[in-house]
């Protein structure tokens, strides 16, 4: 019963993100709930969703109860990094969207480095995914999102089929599907190895 | 493929709350939906918006909230099913129209949707609008996930025709923005004819009218909260054997104190109210009197906390009551796990610790929204800093142009409500020497700027109207307005001139730009504060995020930074606002995917260092 928290800059599709997961976990019978950013917020401002998958009342995933933070931002993957706990695996896009504040306020960006350390002070386990690269490679540019999902279904962590989540990919975009697909096969493949190495940490 | 249209009965899908309030409206035979866009409401509009015509049923994004509700309360006093959705600050304009429909009450079916918004997520206030429903005398259903959100719409359809009443539907955002599976039913195509049969000792609410229909109106709410007693929706979980410890509880408070007694593992009868107003006393008094202790969870105000220690007043009831008046819980923001977690604790007397809340990190770089790159508010501000500078006072309204507010523009001053620019900036102008100009957009404009305008016309205000016209309501989602040429799917429609309204309002010096062109805007704002009485600057130019979706009106090549040129002034970043235009390491540039192309940078740089394509 995994509880994902995703964050990001409004723009970068994550309700999209995040409606896949909860159809996919409906496609497989799951009860599942969403909480999503909409109005003001979205535009290019920090957006956070949240996604249970489970028997829960609410939507909303208490303190230190979350198990993976999907982040779409790098600094945003930053500022998520004080949800985390022990128990919780931090999938970060590689991508920067530099906002504001770093131009006119003249604040620092950090570095892969330094979310990395930042994270992995109370996280379980941190990989980054280069999403816009793997977009890039498919001929979708802008489904770094859908690269994101595939990380996450790559982790084996939901619990879900790959064939829910490419069901439920195929539900919510219209365009492009073969080639979004691959994009999510790319983002699977990327958490694929470091889920086996975590099944061998745990076998071994 | 459109869900809430297609989902076939029986199936179980995933929908989002204001989706499944949507659905529930179609399966009710509605005939009738109107709205005025608004967050956390929009998306109940939106998706009927875009069904209407293959569901046969009339939608109109209404001109303001008042409208919607009268439009509504002429079809459903005609007979058919209606729906109208809104913000809780949205039932504030239709209130007028709203109270008093509860003395005449209705044929068909009245549902009223307002969506309030605890924690001010994209709001001006956190109002508690389960107050309507005691101002007016109202039954409320409190949906706390969408299969609720579907089954009581239904069913306030129902109970609205019993009791011939409109019925309010009262969802928070952490409702209508929450996406969970719903089991649906059959679709019912409502009647789109209906005969008004007259009756003016209800309907026409004169003084000897009113009064009498004031009677009927608490006779039926003493009908509805018979109603209410054996309401499916009002129910008492038995999570354990401690008879002696209860919870009272409503919306979005019964999922974190469902979550948080799980999650404690302790015993403990919850009694969940969705039919909370008239409150089912009988009910409430049996279960407070069956427990020693009561804790009451609800967002924002005590209503329900008041209603139950009056109740056990009238009982004389024993039972500790405990809610917000003892500070278990707090009366501002919305709750969370935790904070139900701690008030339980507490309340009950139990051991245990509630789970630390983590602090946000500190230090990082913040990212609040802004005005998008290539956004003609962005320009029109721009243009005004340059004309007045910063001694202007300026009126700001409802929209993302209220994001002006931010550094470098600082064009926000002060902000009330929808169409307040207009009204404070009469007011401002009186009593203070700098110059004043109101902003507001144009889906504003004509939701509640117009009387503003009369006013300042009339009485000889001094001040600029600047109409940020970008030919959309963009803040809530891309809605239509009744200036723009296309409406939703059912309806054909008649664009409304601004132009002429502002002519028509007696306006004497009015002028039209384009503020992409920043010399003209910037001449212009400065020839308009010279003005007697009101002047008024349309500032006109498609949403950038249309123009984008449709590829209209931008530069074919994005404009770059010639660094050879470039003497680091800083102007593109320090006077001007584009998420597109970075400064790092003393270095400026443009990042091209997320350039707009709307070559206003190329203006505005002192050196002409921004250069057009490359």
């Known amino acids: ?204 | 493929m459109e869900r809430i249209l297609e989902a076939t009965p029986g199936s179980k899908v995933l929908l989002l709350g204001n989706e499944a309030i949507a659905r529930a409206a179609l399966e009710a035979g509605v005939s009738v939906a109107t709205t005025y866009p608004g967050t956390p409401a929009s998306e109940i509009g939106d998706a009927l918006a875009r069904v209407a015509k293959d569901a046969g049923i009339y939608f109109e994004y209404s001109t303001n909230e008042m409208v919607a509700t009268e439009f509504a309360i002429g079809a459903a006093t005609s007979g058919v099913r209606a729906l109208v959705s809104m913000k809780h600050v949205g039932v504030n304009v239709a209130a007028d129209a709203l109270i008093t429909f509860a003395y005449t009450g209705t044929r068909g079916g009245f549902v009223l949707v307002t969506a309030d918004d605890p924690s001010c997520h994209s709001s001006q206030n956190e109002q508690d609008n389960r107050y309507y429903a005691l101002l007016a005398g109202l039954p409320l259903l409190e949906p706390s996930n969408p299969q609720e959100c579907y089954e009581m719409t239904k069913q306030a359809f129902e109970l609205s025709e019993k009791l011939e009443l409109p019925v309010i539907v009262r969802t928070t955002t952490r409702v209508s923005h929450v996406r969970g599976p719903v089991t649906v039913g059959e679709i019912v195509k409502g009647r789109k004819k209906m005969e008004f049969v007259k009756d003016p000792s209800r309907f026409v609410t004169v003084p000897a009218v009113a009064r009498e229909r004031h009677l009927v109106l608490l006779e039926k709410l003493r009908e509805a909260e018979g109603l209410a007693e054996i309401s499916k929706f009002n129910e008492v979980h038995r999570i354990g054997k401690n008879g002696k410890r209860g919870i009272i509880t409503s919306s979005a408070g019964s999922n974190y104190a469902m979550d948080s007694v799980h999650s404690l593992g302790i015993e403990v009868d919850v009694l969940k109210l969705g039919f909370s107003h008239p409150l089912p006393s009988k009910l409430v008094g049996d279960f407070l009197k069956s427990h020693e202790v009561a804790l009451v969870v609800e967002e924002l105000e005590p209503i329900l906390e008041n209603a139950v220690r009056a109740l056990a007043q009238r009982r004389s009831l024993k039972t500790t009551i405990i809610g917000k008046s003892d500070g278990a819980l707090p009366r501002a923001h919305e709750f969370d796990q935790n904070i139900v977690e701690a008030a339980i604790l507490k309340a009950f007397g139990i051991n245990g610790e509630a789970t630390n809340v983590p602090m946000i990190q500190g230090g990082l770089p913040g990212r609040p929204p802004v005005l998008c790159a290539g956004c003609p508010h962005g320009a029109t501000y721009f243009a005004v800093n340059k004309a007045v500078g910063k001694k202007a006072i300026f009126a700001s309204d409802i929209g993302c142009y209220t994001l002006g507010v931010a550094p470098p523009y600082s064009t926000a001053d002060l902000l009330i409500c929808m169409g307040s620019s207009v009204g404070t900036a009469g007011g401002l102008a009186m009593v203070n020497d700098a110059p004043v100009i109101a902003f507001i957009g144009d889906s504003t404009f004509f939701h509640a700027g117009i009387p503003g305008l009369i006013n300042a016309v009339h009485h000889g205000h001094k001040f600029l109207l600047m109409i940020l016209d970008n030919r959309t309501t963009a803040m809530t989602g891309h809605q239509p307005h009744p200036g723009s040429a296309v409406g939703p799917s059912c309806c054909d429609i008649t664009a409304v001139s601004i132009e002429d309204i502002v002519k028509g309002c007696g306006v004497k010096w009015l002028r039209v730009v384009d503020p992409y062109d920043i010399k003209t805007t910037t001449e212009t704002v400065k020839e308009a504060v010279t003005q007697e009485g009101v002047s008024v600057i349309i500032a006109r130019r498609e949403c950038i995020l249309l123009a984008r979706r449709d590829k209209t009106g931008v530069m074919a090549k994005k404009p770059h930074i010639d660094q050879t040129i470039c003497n680091k002034c800083r102007t593109c970043v320090d006077k001007f606002q584009c998420p597109a235009i970075s400064s790092i390491d003393k270095v400026q540039s443009i990042d091209e995917t997320s350039c707009a192309g709307c070559g206003v940078c190329t203006q505005i740089c002192p050196s002409k260092a921004i250069k057009e394509g490359k």
């Open chain 1, 1 to 204: 019963m995994p509880d994902i928290y995703l964050v990001g800059v409004g723009g970068q599709g994550i309700i999209t993100a995040s409606k896949i997961i909860g159809d996919a976990a409906l496609l497989a019978g799951k009860n599942v709930l969403l909480s999503e950013t909409h109005g003001m917020a979205q535009r290019g401002g920090s957006v956070v969703c949240t996604a249970r998958i489970g028997d829960v009342h609410s939507p909303l995933i208490p303190a230190g109860k979350v198990d993976v933070i999907l982040s779409f931002e790098l600094l945003e993957t930053a500022r998520a990094a004080c949800n985390a706990s022990k128990r919780t695996i931090v999938i970060s896009s590689t991508e920067r969207i530099v906002p504001l504040s770093v131009s006119s306020r003249k604040l620092k960006y950090p570095t892969l480095e330094e979310v990395r350390a930042s994270v992995m002070q109370s996280a379980k386990d941190f990989i980054a995914v280069d999403a816009m690269m793997l977009a890039e490679e498919e001929g979708v540019k802008m489904s770094t999102n859908v690269v994101m999902v595939g990380a996450l279904a790559g982790t084996g962590i939901t619990g879900l089929q790959r064939d829910h989540f490419e069901k439920a990919i195929k539900m919510n975009i219209q365009s492009k599907q073969e080639e979004n697909l691959a994009a999510f096969g790319k983002g699977f493949g990327e958490t694929a190895k470091a889920s086996n190495a975590w099944q061998s940490l745990k076998t071994g």
